[in-house]
């Protein structure tokens, strides 16, 4: 029973136009929510969190976005760049400090 | 500042072979995590650490152990390697247990034939 789904497997945009990416959970006991990027050959690197207690944060150019009535999670990301062209996982903090993560978006921005 | 690192970056095993996947990191976080990567399935939890002397099951433990050597080092051993057992293997270290962003290595690229 798959507690974070990332409905998407993938995702085309042009450069310069937002990019939303989705992810929907299950588990309502979810604290803190993240998202991590992870380019080819290399480990995931965190982007961006979110608590529960907020509905939203920016960093940039990348925003999140909670909707703990829905169970829904997006990252917006404007405007696309062809470097954002990567694998997108979002991941939320169950007990203790571990961590769900969905199965992945794949981002590519075409120029 | 080499963050987590680990060795090696990539290897093939026989079925019934074992070998150990060695990762450290020099933030002196206290907990670490060892997941796999397979296609659609995203990254699963094996083992992780919470703290130096501690060590936990994941979601899918099965045909792995684990060794937190001192604060710095956590090892995964395959003791009989499967091809099912083929897949990439993050090591991650995070400051917890409030510090929820994991800091992830390279990989290791194992495929068990």
């Known amino acids: 029973d798959q507690q974070v789904k990332q409905n998407s497997p993938s995702l085309s945009v042009q450069e310069g136009r937002i990019s939303i990416l989705n992810c929907d959970y299950t588990?309502?006991?979810?604290?803190?929510f993240l998202w991590y990027k992870k380019y080819p050959a290399e480990g995931p690197t965190f982007l961006i969190s979110?608590?529960?207690?907020?509905d939203k944060n920016e960093d940039g150019r990348f925003t999140v976005f909670l909707n703990k009535s829905a169970k829904h999670l997006s990252l917006h990301i404007v405007p696309s760049q062809p470097g954002d062209s990567a694998v997108y996982f979002c991941?939320?903090?169950?007990?203790?400090?571990?961590?769900?993560f969905g199965a992945g978006t794949i981002l590519r921005v075409k120029s | 500042n080499a963050g987590v690192t680990q060795t090696p970056k990539f290897q093939v095993l026989k079925t019934g072979q074992s070998m150990t996947l060695q990762c450290a990191q020099d933030?002196?976080?206290?907990?670490m995590y060892w997941y796999r990567q397979d296609p659609g399935m995203g990254l699963r939890l094996i083992y992780y650490?919470?703290?130096?002397?501690?060590?936990d099951k994941g979601e899918v433990p099965n045909g792995y152990n684990v060794s937190r050597l001192n604060k710095r080092e956590f090892s995964l051993r395959l003791e009989s390697a499967a091809p099912s057992q083929t897949s990439v293997y993050f090591c991650?270290?995070?400051?917890?247990?409030?510090?929820?962003?994991?800091?992830f290595g390279p990989g290791t690229r194992l495929t068990v034939t």
């Open positions: 991650a270290s995070s400051d917890g247990p409030q510090g929820y962003e994991q800091y």
């Open positions: 588990n309502s006991m979810f604290d803190y």
């Open positions: 979110i608590s529960s207690i907020k």
């Open positions: 991941a939320f903090q169950e007990y203790g400090n571990k961590l769900v």
């Open positions: 933030m002196n976080h206290n907990s």
């Open positions: 650490s919470a703290s130096e002397g501690t060590t």
